[in-house]
């Protein structure tokens, strides 16, 4: 007797993918806690120690300070604090999953810092003053690693079109996101973080192709 194919299995792969992604990912959610707490008590600090004494701490600049690792934690606005959550959760996630929580961590803040320092050195080169502040870096970071991982059959996805899906989600993200940094009007302003996005994206995949090397070698 030849049984009749399942129609309810694809979606209960999906279904059963979503809960794996979603799951078991203690570090992406902490740190979406702890940005979100850190942006409502921004105002609230700025204003009890002084603007200059709190961007000194939390904003980087050519000169060396604490901003240069603190930076990770302040956003512009809520739209740049958005875009970043959405990227953690969506690809931070999958990293989380891919290469486990202590390493995961590490990665984020690596990614983070590396992406700050890198758009400070920009800014010097080009003359730029000001500061820069945000989670881009590692946001960036992430989408990059798991579009890597995803294509190369790490993480939590076993549903080949909710993979491809994913993969094909990332490098777009990843695409626009170098046309509007480094094509578009936003290029020549000051407030693009480009070089800090494009550095997080080099090194997730760096890292990515690393680790799945490793891990199939």
Do not use: K
């Not at 120690?49 to 300070?65: C, N």
């Not at 240069?68 to 959405?86: G, P």
């Not at 760096?206 to 490793?214: F, T």
């Amino acid at each position: 007797m030849v049984r009749e194919p399942d129609p309810e299995r694809p979606s209960r792969r999906v279904a059963a993918d979503l809960r794996d992604w979603f799951g078991g990912a203690p570090v992406t959610w902490g740190a979406v806690a702890l940005l979100l707490c850190w942006h409502a008590l921004a105002p609230w600090l700025a204003a009890a120690f002084g603007a200059d004494r709190f961007g000194a701490w939390f904003v980087a600049r050519a000169s060396p300070s604490p901003g240069w690792l603190l930076a990770v934690l302040s956003h512009a606005d809520l739209n740049h604090l958005t875009a970043n959550l959405l990227f953690l959760v969506i690809w931070g996630t999958i990293a989380e999953h891919a290469l486990g929580a202590r390493r995961y961590a590490g990665f984020l803040a690596a990614t983070g810092v590396a992406g700050i320092l890198a758009q400070v050195a920009q800014y010097v080169v080009a003359g730029v003053t000001g500061g820069i502040v945000g989670a881009s870096g590692a946001a960036q970071a992430t989408t990059a690693f798991a579009a890597v991982a995803l294509a190369r059959g790490r993480g939590p996805v076993e549903s080949p079109a909710l993979r491809r899906g994913l993969v094909s989600g990332a490098a777009v993200v990843v695409t626009l996101q170098l046309l509007n940094d480094f094509v578009g009007a936003s290029a020549i302003a000051p407030e693009s973080s480009g070089v800090a996005h494009l550095t997080g994206m080099l090194l997730g995949a760096g890292y990515a192709l690393v680790e799945v090397g490793r891990n199939t070698a």
